[in-house]
């Protein structure tokens, strides 16, 4: 079973247009994450959401809309593509409270490529 | 605002050798460290998750210690093989967010 999935696996578009990369985690946690690796591989976090509600926008553009519709999925959308977005978009949860309080899992990646 | 580096950046050794993966942080009001293996064009992998109050976490041939004072963490691989090959990163947890640090690409050679 798959812990936390993402689709596409990979997304390849044109400059301004408009893209979603949905994510997915069946452990029950409550909280979810969107990171960004760029092309130097450097991991970055973008959201975090709590039970849905966004506890964490590290200076994202607005162009970033994530959407959680329930605590199990958290969405990306994103307006107007530029070629800077072009990276890799990595999903991951976690349940603080627990043992391994924090402990983040994360999802295979979608790599996306603006053209 | 913290930050996480990694030292060395890359790393070839032959199999069979022990070594060891250094991170520094420069803020110790962290909740936990973990260390996680990305292999190329893959997903992360946790490995070790030590808590603030824990010095180390051990699994297998993997040791991970902890030392909250002077920020730093040590992974250490015994007898790496071929396998073990991919990039290494450490995050720290504070505040609810994990930050990354840019990883230490290791090179196992048979």
């Known amino acids: 079973d798959t812990a936390v999935s993402q689709t596409p696996k990979y997304l390849v578009t044109q400059m301004g247009n408009d893209k979603s990369i949905k994510c997915e985690q069946n452990?029950?946690?409550?909280?979810m994450y969107w990171y960004k690796q760029d092309s130097k591989k450097f991991l970055k976090i973008m959201f975090s959401?709590?039970?849905?509600?966004?506890?964490i926008n590290e200076t994202v553009p607005n162009r970033f809309s994530p959407k959680s519709p329930d605590k199990a999925h958290l969405n990306l959308h994103i307006n107007s593509l530029e070629l800077g977005d072009s990276a890799v978009y990595f999903c991951?949860?976690?349940?603080?409270?627990?043992?391994?309080?924090?402990?983040?899992?994360f999802g295979p990646g979608t790599r996306l490529t603006v053209l | 605002k913290q930050e996480v580096t990694q030292i060395p950046a890359a790393l070839s050794v032959p199999e069979g050798e022990n070594l060891v993966l250094n991170c520094s942080f420069t803020?110790?009001?962290?909740?936990?460290l973990q260390w996680f293996r990305q292999d190329p064009g893959k997903g992360l992998t946790s490995l070790l998750l030590?808590?603030?109050?824990?010095r180390e976490q051990t699994s297998g041939r993997l040791n991970a210690s902890l030392d909250k004072s002077s920020g730093r963490s040590t992974l250490y691989i015994a007898a790496s093989q071929p396998g073990d090959s991919a990039t290494y990163l450490c995050?720290?947890?504070?505040?609810?967010?994990?930050?990354f640090g840019g990883g230490t690409r290791l090179m196992v050679k048979p």
């Open positions: 959401y709590n039970n849905k509600e966004l506890i």
């Open positions: 995050a720290v947890t504070g505040g609810n967010m994990l930050t």
């Open positions: 452990l029950g946690h409550d909280t």
């Open positions: 991951a949860s976690s349940q603080p409270g627990l043992a391994a309080a924090n402990e983040q899992f």
């Open positions: 030590i808590q603030s109050s824990q």
């Open positions: 803020d110790s009001a962290i909740y936990n």
